[in-house]
């Protein structure tokens, strides 16, 4: 009998695993495992195919190089944080300020999960030359500053929120969210105790969603229409 054709130019999966065929999504998601644990700097077409039990052709096959796996890897945990996001938004009551917690909530959760997140958009995707990776954190900026504008421009409307700059508002989310899982040794010497993950993240997602709508929200002098004044150097 005849063995069945496969595509051509499609290597082999190889190794031990030979009879289990891995695809392009499989090879995507061992890249994001390998992104809880792993600096992405140290990412390499090499280090997926050894987590995978393939060779590394069939990563060059599906992704010509090491930059375009981490894109594509990227990208979908990009997806996914806005898939969450946008579940919590439904499931909110629309106001301005519970589609802010939501949009909080959800970056505290990736960058939480996956500690080396910042590190792979900041310094693979801004720092690279390559196309689709540099169009990539400009996408993802552009998106979540558009995002950030709309839910001020509607706390704005309704007197919930000052009107600020979305993309101060975006940096300083990311920046308070990427902190979390190097603080968590600081934060359990503060307590004098080990703190559980999900704890921490639970009561961190909820004082920096205080701090946050706090400091954003609408004074009774701003809705007068008076700004508050800048404390003195």
């Known amino acids: 009998m005849a063995k069945a054709s496969r595509t051509p130019g499609r290597p082999r999966s190889g190794g031990e695993g030979e009879g289990n065929a891995v695809g392009k999504d499989a090879l995507i998601d061992a ?38 796996l981490l894109v594509a890897a990227a990208e979908r945990m990009m ?16 106001s301005p300020r519970s589609r802010l917690f ?33 169009a990539l954190i400009s996408q993802a900026t552009f998106n979540g500053t558009t995002a950030y504008g709309r839910i001020l421009s509607a706390g704005v409307a309704d007197g919930t929120f000052r009107d600020l700059d979305p993309a101060m508002l975006y940096t300083v989310i990311v920046g308070m ?18 703190i559980d993950k999900e704890e921490l993240r639970a009561s961190y997602t909820d004082f920096v969603c205080d701090l946050i709508m706090h400091g954003i929200s609408a004074s009774a002098s701003q809705r007068s229409g ?8």
């Open 226 to 233: 008076r700004k508050t004044p800048r404390p003195a150097a």
């Open 31 to 68: 890249t994001i495992d390998l992104l809880r644990t792993t600096p992405p700097s140290a990412i390499t077409p090499i280090a997926v195919a050894r987590a995978t039990g393939v060779h590394p052709s069939l990563i060059r096959y599906y992704f010509k190089n090491r930059a375009r």
């Open 177 to 194: 969210a990427e902190f979390l899982p190097a603080a968590r040794h600081q934060l359990e010497i503060a307590r004098g105790r080990p």
């Open 102 to 134: 939501a949009r909080i909530a959800a970056i505290i959760e990736l960058n939480d999960s996956f500690p080396n997140f910042h590190q792979l958009m900041v310094n693979e995707m801004g720092e690279s030359s390559d196309p689709a990776a540099r």
């Open 79 to 94: 997806s996914r944080l806005s898939a969450r996001v946008e579940q919590a938004a439904a499931d909110s009551d629309g």
